[in-house]
Nanobody, 127 residues
Framework: QVQLKQSGGGLVQTGGSTRLSCAAS????????MGWFRQALGKERQFVGA????????YYGKGVNDRFTISRDSAKNTVYLQMNSLKPEDTAVYYC????????????????????WGQGTQVTVSS
């Protein structure tokens, strides 16, 4: 039902910044939350952060909240991931995802809690 289209990323130098975008296709879009995950080669998908769609409150994975910022533009059905002070270990495929149903325990950090996924976009940080 929900289609997520990602853009941004590419090759970034160490210490640089980039912003990823993820736009939902629906003209009306009111999910509980949008999340960002990343997956490096040969590793499991890792939680980056999520944002409550109604209130804009955010929650970040360990070691990223000092450098990464999640924001949204509700009028455009779009969520953003601003990444600063990038490191080579940030190199991964980044995915956005939508959680349609409210989680009584708060913003979900596991991939299985999300309902639809974007196609992913590569971010490579050069060393």
């Amino acid at each position: 039902q929900v289609q997520l289209k990602q853009s941004g990323g590419g090759l970034v130098q160490t210490g640089g910044s980039t912003r990823l975008s993820c736009a939902a296709s629906g003209r009306t879009f009111s999910p509980y939350a949008m999340g960002w995950f990343r997956q490096a080669l040969g590793k499991e998908r890792q939680f980056v952060g999520a944002i409550n769609w109604s209130y804009g409150t955010t929650y970040y994975g360990k070691g990223v909240n000092d450098r990464f910022t999640i924001s949204r533009d509700s009028a455009k059905n779009t969520v953003y991931l601003q990444m600063n002070s990038l490191k080579p270990e940030d190199t991964a495929v980044y995915y956005c995802a939508v959680d349609l149903i409210e989680n009584p325990y708060g913003l979900a950090v596991t991939p299985g809690m999300y309902d639809y996924w974007g196609q992913g976009t590569q971010v490579t940080v050069s060393s």
